[in-house]
């Protein structure tokens, strides 16, 4: 089986998706630099917190001094790019650690919230899609269809605070927010189980909406197609017809929403970590966006560009190996 995947031709895509992705980060950061430049923020004020309420004008211009904040943003930029070039992304002058160590702290816990709210969108959705696109126009289409458009257009902070107040402070069956309950220091499987379960709910269900209309619009074209209703005529079982020939059929176009679906993903997991206090990356961006931690907040927007890139790689790469005809041209 292994052997007939176009290894070739998916390495040399990649590759030059790779090349590409060079020049737009390089692109993006420096747009991160001249836009935080530009900020009203103050990062010596941010950097002294309460102190520099009452600092001096000398004290705060050493301060700047000192992070390099009077300098030119583009030598900021390039000195910032230079280093992280051999692996140095500096220091985060609000965590007062390195950046390298806050990503590496903060990545895991996004990246489970992230995947565990993938995994059920694409699940539910997918499941909903296909039970809408069997008889369309009938109770159960209109009623998925109906929550469907309402659900997306629930802003994910609308729909954290709701999930709070009715499963976390109405009936009591599952934690708030946070990683671990008060109290606990050590953050044990059972414990991360259970405080994820609220906002990986939360964040899967901002993403559901597209993935059912996308799967029941695709499976019902399927279903109307020529070679669906040759399976039929054939005598097949309706769920054969269904699963085997309808389904692989209308999955195409989820394939190429996986990757398009990635900044709203982020997005929305930037949102929902922060209602629910997740330790993620999400609280760093935010920190280091009102506070203009340079550093930081240019290491969190590589890696942000870099999930999306990433994400419409694989969607691609999914789309050629599910449909031959594509090709991996692009």
């Known amino acids: 089986m292994s052997a007939r995947l176009p290894w070739g031709p998916m390495a040399r895509m990649a590759g030059r998706r790779l090349l590409a992705a060079v020049p737009v980060l390089a692109v993006v950061t420096?747009?991160?630099?001249?836009?935080?430049?530009?900020?009203?923020?103050?990062?010596?004020?941010?950097?002294?917190?309460?102190?520099?309420?009452?600092?001096?004008?000398?004290?705060?211009?050493q301060l700047r001094e000192n992070l390099g904040a009077d300098r030119p943003?583009?030598?900021?930029?390039?000195?910032w790019i230079t280093a992280a070039l051999t692996g140095d992304l500096g220091d985060s002058s609000t965590l007062r650690q390195p950046v390298a160590d806050v990503i590496g702290e903060r990545i895991g816990w996004s990246v489970l919230l992230c995947a565990v709210a993938f995994t059920l969108a694409v699940t539910v959705g997918t499941a909903l899609g296909v039970l809408a696109a069997r008889r369309r126009g009938g109770l159960l289409d209109r009623a998925v269809t109906s929550l469907s458009y309402a659900l997306e257009?629930?802003?994910?902070?609308?729909?954290?605070?709701?999930?709070?107040?009715?499963?976390?402070?109405?009936?009591?069956?599952?934690?708030?927010?946070?990683?671990?309950?008060?109290?606990?220091?050590?953050?044990?499987?059972?414990?991360?189980?259970?405080?994820?379960l609220l906002p990986a709910a939360v964040l899967a269900v901002s993403q559901l909406p597209w993935f059912v209309l996308y799967v029941r619009q695709g499976v019902g074209d399927a279903l109307d197609e020529d070679p669906v209703r040759g399976a039929r005529a054939r005598g097949l079982s309706e769920r054969t017809v269904l699963l085997r020939h309808a389904l692989r059929?209308?999955?195409?176009?989820?394939?190429?929403?996986?990757?398009?679906?990635?900044?709203?993903?982020?997005?929305?997991?930037l949102l929902v970590e922060t209602v629910f206090s997740w330790p993620g990356i999400a609280s760093a961006t935010v920190e280091a966006a009102t506070k203009v931690d340079f550093p930081l907040l240019a290491a969190l927007t590589v890696l942000a560009t870099a999930a999306v890139l990433v994400g419409n790689l694989?969607?691609?790469?999914?789309?050629?190996?599910?449909?031959?005809?594509?090709g991996f041209d692009g």
């Not at 999955?251 to 900044?263: A, D, F, K, Q, Y």
């Not at 694989?314 to 594509?326: E, F, H, I, N």
Request: proline content about 7%; charged content about 15%.
């Open 30 to 61: 420096f747009g991160v630099f001249a836009i935080a430049a530009a900020s009203p923020f103050d990062p010596a004020k941010a950097y002294a917190g309460d102190a520099g309420l009452g600092a001096g004008r000398g004290v705060l211009d």
């Open 73 to 79: 943003f583009a030598a900021r930029w390039w000195d």
């Open 153 to 196: 257009a629930a802003p994910p902070f609308w729909l954290g605070l709701l999930a709070i107040w009715f499963f976390a402070l109405r009936l009591d069956a599952l934690p708030a927010g946070g990683l671990t309950d008060t109290g606990t220091d050590v953050a044990t499987a059972g414990q991360v189980a259970s405080h994820v």
């Open 249 to 269: 059929s209308g999955l195409l176009p989820v394939l190429t929403l996986i990757g398009s679906r990635v900044p709203e993903l982020i997005t929305g997991a």
């Open 314 to 326: 694989l969607s691609d790469l999914l789309y050629g190996l599910a449909d031959p005809r594509v």
